[in-house]
């Protein structure tokens, strides 16, 4: 395999790329500094990708601290696509922009066997309290999820990959997708806009700030857990409390609701799955010698078991009918899907772990476990087999910050080792 070899002969392909002589539009802006960022896996190998990665790096940071400082929102990722897609095109290729304007796809290589990395791009609705010199500025948008990180590395991934295409075994396509952060997620508009046609297997990452930078997390089976919502309206032809057996008492019937669903579930569904039904808004009535005529229940219903997840929507309807009828109310149950758990691959997590190992040394693996948060990489798995894996973002001391907080950090030396990781992976897939 050619382009796994050692190649001391290709000089950096900075130029070719475009991406080492004109950064100076993004470097521009707001007195970053500019220090190298180290490479944890510096001379791994091959030496195209180290020859890319010593030439490239001070951009790799500064695409990086550029996407931080200019979040976006889901769906409204218009400059992020723009920056990524304009630095695609100056390595020559042909950045595909989905219908709605964010996200894109962008195939590298040629050939009929295709493998795909996938990033997420969008920021979360929080004020950033970081204090970098490069954080946030406007209100209300910050990257606490650390989709500035994905995006720059599927970004530097792929102009590596771009340096020796011409000898690629087959096709890499990037996906970067908008909107992870919403429900029910921009994962479905990349297939429905044929983002999987041809794609045997597709892997993504998300950073850890609970693993120490240089370490990636795998496994197998599912690694994030699904999240539906439920939303219960009730009706009834109300009336005085003197006279219950007029009516239907929509009061007592919401009470049996909010008891009885998740005592009956538990019963229902195997205890191990991580099954749990919490509800999180209850109205209804005003007066206390009144009936009302209506109510609603709002609540999440989560489990980490992607046959429990299969099973679940009819369930709920079959056991909410079984408690309402009895009561004489009218209601209107929805059911709303939200992501499935992310289900990795066994085929796919040994590649993905070979070229963690590859790319990193063997010391940088380990296993991780499910959590019970959700990631709408779990739609591109129910299509295709694939693999996600969890990138360190903590320095190694100093406090652990976690995701969707506003004081969300990560040690940018995670960029490098995750461009190496994402390079190795696409590599390994397309020559199993
Ligand atoms: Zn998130
Ligand atoms: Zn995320």
Same mark, same amino acid.
């Given at each position: 395999?050619?382009?796994? !070899?050692?190649?001391?002969? =290709?000089?950096?392909?900075?130029?070719?790329?475009?991406?080492?002589?004109?950064? +100076?539009?993004?470097?521009?802006?707001?007195?970053?500094?500019?220090?190298?960022?180290?490479?944890?896996?510096? +001379?791994?190998?091959?030496?195209?990708?180290?020859?890319?990665?010593?030439?490239?790096?001070?951009? /790799?940071?500064?695409?990086? =601290? $550029?996407?931080?400082?200019?979040?976006?929102?889901?769906?409204?990722?218009?400059?992020?696509?723009?920056?990524?897609?304009?630095?695609?095109?100056?390595?020559?290729?042909?950045?595909?922009?989905?219908?709605?304007?964010?996200?894109?796809?962008?195939?590298?290589?040629?050939?009929?066997?295709?493998?795909?990395?996938?990033?997420?791009?969008?920021?979360?609705?929080?004020?950033?309290?970081?204090?970098?010199? %490069?954080?946030?500025?406007?209100?209300?948008?910050?990257?606490?999820? #650390?989709?500035?990180?994905?995006?720059?590395?599927?970004?530097?991934?792929?102009?590596?990959?771009?340096?020796?295409?011409?000898?690629?075994?087959? =096709?890499? &396509?990037?996906?970067?997708?908008?909107?992870?952060?919403?429900? @029910?997620? +921009?994962?479905?508009?990349?297939?429905?806009?044929?983002?999987?046609?041809? /794609?045997?297997?597709?892997?993504?990452?998300?950073?850890?700030?609970?693993?120490?930078?240089?370490?990636?997390?795998?496994?197998?089976?599912?690694?994030?857990?699904?999240?539906?919502?439920?939303?219960?309206?009730?009706?009834?032809?109300?009336?005085?409390?003197?006279?219950? $057996?007029?009516?239907?008492?929509?009061?007592?019937?919401?009470?049996?609701?909010?008891?009885?669903? @998740?005592?009956?579930?538990?019963?229902?569904?195997?205890?191990?799955?991580?099954?749990?039904?919490?509800?999180?808004? /209850?109205?209804? #009535?005003?007066?206390?010698?009144?009936?009302?005529?209506?109510?609603?229940?709002?609540?999440?219903?989560?489990?980490?078991?992607?046959?429990?997840?299969?099973?679940?929507?009819?369930?709920?309807?079959?056991?909410?009918?079984?408690?309402?009828?009895?009561?004489? /109310?009218? %209601? !209107?149950?929805?059911?709303?899907?939200?992501? @499935?758990?992310?289900?990795?691959?066994?085929?796919?997590?040994?590649?993905?772990?070979?070229?963690?190992?590859?790319?990193?040394?063997?010391?940088?693996?380990?296993?991780?476990?499910?959590?019970?948060?959700?990631?709408?990489? +779990?739609?591109?798995?129910?299509?295709?087999?694939?693999?996600?894996? &969890?990138?360190?973002?903590?320095?190694?001391?100093?406090?652990? =910050?976690?995701?969707?907080? @506003?004081?969300?950090?990560? !040690?940018?030396?995670?960029?490098?080792?995750?461009?190496?990781?994402?390079?190795?992976?696409?590599?390994?897939?397309?020559?199993?």
């Amino acid at each position: 395999m050619t382009v796994l !070899d050692s190649r001391p002969d =290709r000089p950096a392909d900075g130029e070719r790329t475009g991406a080492g002589g004109h950064p +100076g539009v993004l470097i521009s802006s707001g007195g970053v500094s500019m220090t190298a960022v180290e490479d944890l896996g510096a +001379g791994r190998g091959p030496a195209w990708l180290d020859a890319w990665l010593l030439a490239n790096a001070a951009d /790799v940071q500064a695409w990086f =601290r $550029h996407v931080h400082a200019n979040p976006e929102l889901s769906r409204q990722e218009f400059g992020t696509t723009e920056l990524v897609a304009g630095l695609l095109k100056q390595a020559g290729l042909q950045p595909q922009v989905m219908p709605g304007g964010t996200g894109l796809t962008c195939d590298i290589g040629t050939g009929d066997r295709c493998v795909a990395l996938r990033a997420d791009m969008d920021a979360l609705p929080l004020t950033e309290a970081t204090g970098l010199p %490069y954080a946030a500025t406007a209100e209300g948008a910050c990257h606490a999820c #650390g989709h500035d990180a994905h995006t720059t590395i599927l970004l530097a991934a792929g102009l590596a990959l771009a340096s020796v295409a011409d000898e690629l075994p087959g =096709r890499v &396509r990037l996906v970067f997708q908008p909107a992870e952060e919403v429900m @029910p997620g +921009g994962a479905l508009e990349v297939i429905e806009a044929g983002g999987l046609a041809g /794609v045997e297997r597709i892997f993504g990452l998300h950073c850890d700030p609970r693993l120490e930078v240089g370490r990636v997390g795998t496994r197998v089976g599912a690694i994030t857990s699904a999240t539906d919502l439920l939303e219960l309206h009730l009706t009834s032809p109300g009336g005085h409390t003197s006279r219950p $057996h007029l009516t239907a008492d929509l009061v007592h019937a919401l009470g049996t609701v909010i008891t009885g669903l @998740p005592a009956l579930l538990s019963r229902r569904v195997d205890p191990r799955s991580g099954t749990v039904l919490v509800w999180g808004a /209850v109205h209804a #009535g005003e007066a206390p010698n009144a009936v009302p005529r209506d109510g609603l229940l709002r609540g999440t219903l989560r489990t980490g078991d992607p046959t429990v997840w299969a099973d679940l929507q009819p369930l709920v309807a079959d056991l909410v009918q079984s408690l309402l009828v009895p009561t004489g /109310v009218g %209601y !209107d149950l929805h059911h709303r899907r939200g992501v @499935p758990p992310v289900v990795n691959d066994a085929q796919s997590t040994v590649l993905l772990e070979g070229a963690v190992t590859a790319a990193l040394g063997p010391a940088a693996l380990t296993t991780t476990k499910q959590s019970s948060g959700g990631e709408d990489f +779990g739609w591109y798995l129910e299509e295709i087999p694939g693999s996600f894996m &969890r990138l360190g973002v903590w320095p190694g001391e100093g406090p652990m =910050r976690d995701l969707h907080q @506003p004081t969300f950090q990560l !040690d940018e030396r995670a960029l490098l080792t995750g461009i190496r990781v994402m390079t190795h992976t696409a590599l390994a897939a397309l020559t199993a």
